[in-house]
C-alpha cells in the first residue's frame, strides 16, 4: 500500500513460502523459510515419503526429514534467493541490526536427530561472514534482540524440567562476555490462550531513545507490555485487563493488536506516560458490527483458596439467557499447553456454548502459565496435580451457582486439554459427556511418532517406554479407558503432527470396546491449529459437532 493510502499494488514475488520477511538495504529482503537441504536429497516423492531424521514432520510445516527452517537473503532486482544459515540448522530465532549490517541467529543444528540446545552466530551482510558468538552445548537461546550497538539481549532455557521458565542474558559483543540478568520468572510473550486471535506483531522491540527493552508477558490470566533496563529492572508499562498479541514501538508511541473485555482484535495507540499508561486511543473497529448484533456473555472471575496451597482464580461464563433460579447444563473447559493460560479474553466456543442456555466455566489448574515456574512444574504429575486442581474447581463453582445442574455438566478440551478430558472419563463418573480434541491417550506412542514427542513428552512423562514400561504407560489415558462410561466426541485432523490422529484412534477404538457411545470426527487436510486457523467451513463443522453432542447428553439448546 502506498505511504500517502490508495490500493495496494504487487511489489515482489519471493519464491518460499516465507515465515517472516525483514527489509535490508539495497532492495534485499531477509527471508525465514523452510528449504530442502542442499546436501540431501527430498524426503518426499509424489509416491511416497523418506525419513531419516527426527523430527520426520512438523506441525503445520509438513513432513520435514531433510528440511530446515533457513534463512535467506533475497535480492529484488535479480530474483535471487541465498540460504547464509549452515545447512543442519533449524532457525528458531533471529534479529536485525538497526543499520540492517549484521543479523544474528540461533537454532540447533543436527544431522539426525535434533536437538535441544543451540549456538549463537552473527552474519555480516557486508563481508558475508559468518562469527559464531556463543557455541552449542549450554542451552537452548531464544528471544533474540540487538540492545543498541554491541549488545545483545537474549533467553536461554535448559529443559531439566519442562516447567522450567528461561533466564535472561547479555552479550557483549565488545569483549565476548555473557552477563546473566535477575531472574524475573516468566516467558516473555502471549500465553493466553484464545479460538479468534487475528493480527500480530513484535514480542520484543528494543528502543533505542529510552534505552529499554519492550516484551510481552503474562500474569495470572492477562498479557501485558513491560520495559526492562539494562539491569534488568522492569517497569509495566501497559497492563489492563486482557491480552496483547503483538506490538511495536517508536519514541513513546506503541501500536499494538490487544483483544480488550469481549472485544476481537483490535489496532491500540498507547502513548506511554499517558493515562496511567493505558490505551488512549482505539484505532480500529473491526468486530463492531458483530458485537452489536450478538449477545455476548462476560465472564465472571472468584478467587479462592486452594487445598493446593494456592490462590486459585476460576472464571463462570453465565448462559446468554441466564434467569436465577433456573436449572442450567455446563461445561467444564480445560485449557491446552499446559503452560498456556486462561482470561477473559474472548472465546468463541465458549460463547457458542452461553448462547446454547450453558454455563460454561474454567480455571488455570498448577501446570499453567502465568505464575511462575513453581506453579507450571507438573513434571510427571500429568493427571495427578492438574486433576484433584480440576475436581476442586468444579466444587468451587457448584457452590457459586447452585443454578447449574450436577447431573448435567460436560468436560471438553483441546491439546493438553484433550489429554485431560481423555484423563478425566477414565477417573471419574462425575460427568455426563467429553469432547476430546487433538487429543493424547497413550505417551507408549505418542513420544515416538509426533513431532515434539521424543523431547518434549520425554521430560514431562519422566522416561522412555523401553526405560520405565510402567510408567509411562500408568501417564497414558488409555490405560483407564475400558473402564469410560462418559460418552466421548473425539474431534481430530489428519496432519496434526503434534498430537497425532493415532491416539485419538485409538483411544476412540478402547471406549467403543468398553460398549460406551463414542464418535470420532477426523478432519481432512487439517492440523493441530484447526479450532484457531483451519479452513472455516472446517472450523464451523468443528463447532457444531460440539454443539450437538452435548445437545444429546446434556440437553442443551440448539
Known amino acids: 500500500m502506498l505511504p500517502d493510502g490508495g490500493e495496494a499494488a504487487h511489489y515482489m514475488t519471493i519464491p518460499v513460502k516465507a515465515e517472516k520477511i525483514v527489509p535490508l538495504a539495497d532492495d534485499k529482503f531477509l527471508v525465514l523459510a523452510v528449504a530442502q537441504r542442499p546436501d540431501r536429497s527430498p524426503a518426499a516423492a509424489p509416491d511416497y515419503y523418506i525419513f531419516e531424521e527426527l523430527p520426520f514432520w512438523v506441525n503445520g510445516k509438513g513432513i520435514y526429514s531433510s528440511k530446515r527452517t533457513a534463512l535467506s537473503i533475497y535480492d529484488r532486482r535479480t530474483n535471487r534467493l541465498e540460504q547464509i544459515t549452515p545447512a543442519g540448522m533449524d532457525v528458531t530465532s533471529f534479529s536485525v541490526s538497526d543499520d540492517s549490517c549484521r543479523a544474528v541467529f540461533t537454532g540447533p543444528e543436527y544431522d539426525s536427530i535434533r536437538g535441544t540446545t543451540t549456538a549463537l552466530y552473527e552474519y555480516n551482510f557486508k563481508t558475508g561472514r559468518i562469527n559464531c558468538l556463543i557455541g552449542d552445548g549450554r542451552y537452548s537461546?531464544?528471544?533474540?534482540?540487538?540492545?543498541?550497538?554491541?549488545?545483545?539481549?537474549?533467553?536461554?532455557?535448559?529443559?531439566?524440567?519442562?516447567?522450567?521458565?528461561?533466564?535472561?542474558?547479555?552479550?557483549?559483543?565488545?569483549?565476548?562476555?555473557?552477563?546473566?540478568?535477575?531472574?524475573?520468572?516468566?516467558?516473555?510473550?502471549?500465553?493466553?490462550?484464545?479460538?479468534?486471535?487475528?493480527?500480530?506483531?513484535?514480542?520484543?522491540?528494543?528502543?533505542?531513545?529510552?534505552?529499554?527493552?519492550?516484551?510481552?508477558?503474562?500474569?495470572?490470566?492477562?498479557?501485558?507490555?513491560?520495559?526492562?533496563?539494562?539491569?534488568?529492572?522492569?517497569?509495566?508499562?501497559?497492563?489492563?485487563?486482557?491480552?496483547?498479541?503483538?506490538?511495536?514501538?517508536?519514541?513513546?508511541?506503541?501500536?499494538?493488536?490487544?483483544?480488550?473485555?469481549?472485544?476481537?482484535?483490535?489496532?491500540?495507540?498507547?502513548?506511554?506516560?499517558?493515562d496511567g499508561g493505558e490505551p488512549a486511543e482505539r484505532l480500529t473497529g473491526f468486530n463492531d458490527d458483530y458485537l452489536s448484533t450478538h449477545k455476548i456473555s462476560e465472564p465472571v472471575s472468584f478467587t479462592y483458596e486452594s487445598c493446593n496451597g494456592y490462590v486459585m482464580e476460576g472464571y463462570v461464563i453465565e448462559p446468554a439467557d441466564y434467569r436465577p433460579g433456573g436449572r442450567y447444563p455446563a461445561v467444564l473447559e480445560i485449557l491446552g499447553g499446559p503452560k498456556s493460560v486462561y482470561g477473559k479474553t474472548f472465546f468463541h466456543e465458549m460463547q457458542c456454548?452461553?448462547?446454547?442456555?450453558?454455563?460454561?466455566?474454567?480455571?488455570?489448574?498448577?501446570?499453567?502459565?502465568?505464575?511462575?515456574?513453581?506453579?507450571?512444574?507438573?513434571?510427571?504429575?500429568?493427571?495427578?496435580?492438574?486433576?484433584?486442581?480440576?475436581?476442586?474447581?468444579?466444587?468451587?463453582?457448584?457452590?457459586?451457582?447452585?443454578?447449574?445442574?450436577?447431573?448435567?455438566?460436560?468436560?471438553?478440551?483441546?491439546?493438553?486439554?484433550?489429554?485431560?478430558?481423555?484423563?478425566?472419563?477414565?477417573?471419574?463418573?462425575?460427568?455426563?459427556?467429553?469432547?476430546?480434541?487433538?487429543?493424547?491417550?497413550?505417551?507408549?506412542?505418542?513420544?515416538?511418532?509426533?513431532?515434539?514427542?521424543?523431547?518434549?513428552?520425554?521430560?514431562?512423562?519422566?522416561?522412555?517406554?523401553?526405560?520405565?514400561?510402567?510408567?509411562?504407560?500408568?501417564?497414558?489415558?488409555?490405560?483407564?479407558?475400558?473402564?469410560?462410561?462418559?460418552p466421548l466426541l473425539l474431534i481430530q485432523s489428519d496432519e496434526d503432527y503434534r498430537c497425532w490422529q493415532g491416539d485419538a484412534i485409538q483411544m476412540f477404538s478402547a471406549v467403543k470396546r468398553a460398549k460406551t457411545p463414542a464418535r470420532l470426527v477426523l478432519f481432512h487436510g487439517e492440523n493441530h491449529e484447526l479450532s484457531r486457523s483451519g479452513k472455516p467451513h472446517n472450523r464451523i463443522i468443528r463447532l457444531k459437532e460440539l454443539q450437538a453432542w452435548f445437545h444429546q447428553y446434556l440437553q442443551v439448546k440448539e
Open 141 to 274: 537461546i531464544d528471544n533474540l534482540c540487538y540492545m543498541g550497538g554491541e549488545q545483545l539481549f537474549f533467553t536461554g532455557t535448559t529443559f531439566e524440567r519442562m516447567g522450567k521458565n528461561p533466564r535472561y542474558y547479555i552479550y557483549d559483543q565488545i569483549n565476548g562476555t555473557v552477563r546473566q540478568l535477575p531472574f524475573c520468572d516468566m516467558p516473555i510473550g502471549n500465553m493466553a490462550g484464545s479460538d479468534v486471535y487475528l493480527g500480530g506483531g513484535k514480542s520484543l522491540v528494543y528502543e533505542a531513545a529510552h534505552q529499554r527493552l519492550y516484551m510481552l508477558h503474562t500474569s495470572w490470566g492477562n498479557t501485558g507490555l513491560a520495559a526492562m533496563d539494562q539491569d534488568g529492572v522492569f517497569t509495566d508499562v501497559c497492563m489492563s485487563p486482557g491480552v496483547i498479541t503483538g506490538f511495536d514501538i517508536r519514541g513513546s508511541r506503541v501500536v499494538m493488536t490487544a483483544m480488550r473485555g469481549q472485544h476481537l482484535a483490535e489496532l491500540y495507540l498507547l502513548s506511554e506516560g499517558e
Open 353 to 486: 456454548l452461553a448462547g446454547q442456555s450453558c454455563f460454561v466455566f474454567y480455571t488455570n489448574p498448577r501446570g499453567s502459565a502465568g505464575r511462575g515456574e513453581a506453579f507450571a512444574d507438573i513434571t510427571e504429575a500429568f493427571g495427578k496435580d492438574d486433576f484433584a486442581d480440576l475436581m476442586e474447581f468444579t466444587d468451587q463453582v457448584f457452590k457459586h451457582y447452585p443454578d447449574i445442574d450436577p447431573a448435567r455438566v460436560g468436560i471438553c478440551g483441546g491439546s493438553y486439554g484433550g489429554f485431560m478430558c481423555n484423563w478425566m472419563v477414565g477417573h471419574t463418573d462425575r460427568f455426563r459427556a467429553a469432547v476430546s480434541q487433538r487429543s493424547i491417550s497413550n505417551y507408549l506412542t505418542k513420544m515416538l511418532y509426533t513431532d515434539i514427542g521424543y523431547y518434549v513428552n520425554r521430560l514431562q512423562i519422566g522416561a522412555y517406554p523401553w526405560e520405565d514400561f510402567d510408567q509411562v504407560w500408568a501417564a497414558s489415558p488409555l490405560s483407564s479407558a475400558s473402564k469410560v462410561k462418559t
